[in-house]
């Protein structure tokens, strides 16, 4: 069964350092998202991307970070300049083009900031 | 989003059939319901959606309240890999939004 896959599982990182996270989406989708979960808390949204530009954003989303899709198959999100509260579970979907809101998960990336 | 409600957590003995329930008092008429499930230390994952009709798949039924105002996701065994934090979530797809807002869902805890 085809999933979404996500390098690498666990991060850490000094303050002030950039990151980039990367996600490969299920083949044939053309919704990419990102997510966060700071530990403990929920599931937020961070940024939905379809057809090469970003279709929302969340106020989280701010000028520190951005997304892009380098090739046909990799996904990104990079933070130019980590802060502490950076830290979280980092969750990439995506989506068919004829169901957007049923997105597949992948099993996220852990970032750490020291 | 729609606000939904659940109950912060239930229990269940393995092998039974457990009822999650959902509110949605404030639905609109082309929202769809989503039920989405976290297992520790994992991403979310999808579980099954509907509009109007009661819904199966092979992970779970859907079943949705006449009105609309309510629904229950239906798992008909739980085993032991069922425990997790269950999602009911209504996205504003009618406004072209596909984000899933993630309340703090059910954590549904499954006895052996």
């Known amino acids: 069964e085809p999933e979404v896959t996500q390098t690498p599982s666990h991060q850490v990182t000094q303050m002030g350092q950039e990151v980039i996270l990367r996600c490969v989406p299920i083949?044939?989708?053309?919704?990419f998202y990102w997510y966060r979960q700071i530990l403990g808390q929920k599931v937020e949204f961070l940024v939905s991307f379809y057809n090469n530009e970003i279709s929302e954003k969340s106020e989280i989303f701010d000028d520190q970070f951005s997304v892009e899709r380098p090739d046909g198959s990799n996904f990104t999100l990079k933070i130019r300049s980590t802060k502490l509260e950076d830290s979280a579970m980092y969750f990439c979907?995506?989506?068919?083009?004829?169901?957007?809101?049923?997105?597949?998960f992948g099993p996220g990336t852990r970032l750490l900031v020291l | 989003d729609a606000k939904t409600t659940q109950p912060n957590s239930m229990e269940s003995n393995e092998e039974e059939p457990v009822h999650l329930p959902c509110n949605h008092s404030t639905i609109s008429g082309t929202d769809y319901i989503h039920w989405y499930r976290q297992l520790p230390s994992q991403g979310p994952e999808y579980v099954i959606h509907g509009l109007t009709s009661n819904v199966n798949n092979r992970m779970a039924s859907l079943a949705i309240a006449e009105d609309r105002k309510s629904s229950t996701l239906i798992l008909h065994r739980a085993t032991l890999r069922d425990a997790a934090v269950y999602y009911c979530?209504?996205?504003?797809?009618?406004?072209?939004?596909?984000?899933?807002?993630f309340g703090k869902g059910t954590k549904l805890s499954v006895i052996p």
């Open positions: 083949s044939n989708h053309l919704y």
């Open positions: 979907a995506s989506s068919e083009f004829g169901s957007p809101e049923t997105q597949y």
């Open positions: 979530i209504l996205p504003n797809s009618g406004a072209g939004s596909y984000q899933l807002t």
